[in-house]
């Protein structure tokens, strides 16, 4: 069976739903077999309140520019339906389940909690397990994996699902399987944000660096030290050869 996998990511109008902040655009991609399909979706939502200074100044998304936008209840039943069954990949999990939540349950359809629908991978928690006592925001991973962030002047839900996807595959088991997918076809106007944001997509080169005798030797040690905790195929792979 194949693997369906989505990257969500969500911009809001706060930091903290309990103060009744919104969520005003979700942007999620789809992968199956770690394979970008080009599937996506994309909406700007009207939160019906106003956004934070704080928030503007990140997202950039304005009252103005949302007041004629959709409302979350007439775009619940879609978003449902795309993420049904998927393995969701977010990053900061708690907080854009949190305003999803909090959004599916005032919307009153009789949804079920986002988890109920879907199996959510952190990758905020995941990079904290990898690189312990490093920083581990999207910007610091994009930097650590590669991924050009160079060009976002702002934060979007679209262009960072866009930016998780590449450092989720690359901190799982490499670029590849993202750089041989459906990217670079997709246009810069179709990730831009409707105001002012874009990025462009320059083609990926990726380099290969060859271990040295020191460096395997080190690799082996770091298998034999996870064998000891676990079974280890990485081992077994390279004690057959």
Known sequence: MSLRQIVLDTETTGLRVEEGHR???????????????GKR?????????????????????SNDFLKNKPNFSSIVDELIAFINHAELIIHNAPFDLSFLNYEIERCQKNFRTVTDYCHVIDTLQLARQIHVGQKNSLDALCKRYGADASKREWHGALL????????????????????????????????????????????????LHKADKDELQEHVLYLENMKRQGKCC???????Q
């Open 23 to 37: 969520i005003i655009e979700i942007g999620c991609i789809e992968l199956i077999d770690r394979k970008l399909t």
């Open 41 to 61: 979706f994309h909406t700007y939502l009207n939160p019906e309140r106003e956004v934070e200074a704080g928030a503007l100044a990140v997202h950039g998304l």
């Open 160 to 207: 960072d699902a866009h930016l998780l996807a590449q450092v989720y595959l690359a901190m799982t088991g490499g670029q590849g399987s993202f750089f041989d997918s459906h990217m670079n076809e997709e246009s810069d106007s179709e990730i831009t944000s409707e105001i002012v944001h874009s990025i462009s997509h320059e083609k990926q080169c990726i380099i």
């Open 234 to 240: 990485w081992l077994e792979q390279v004690e057959s």
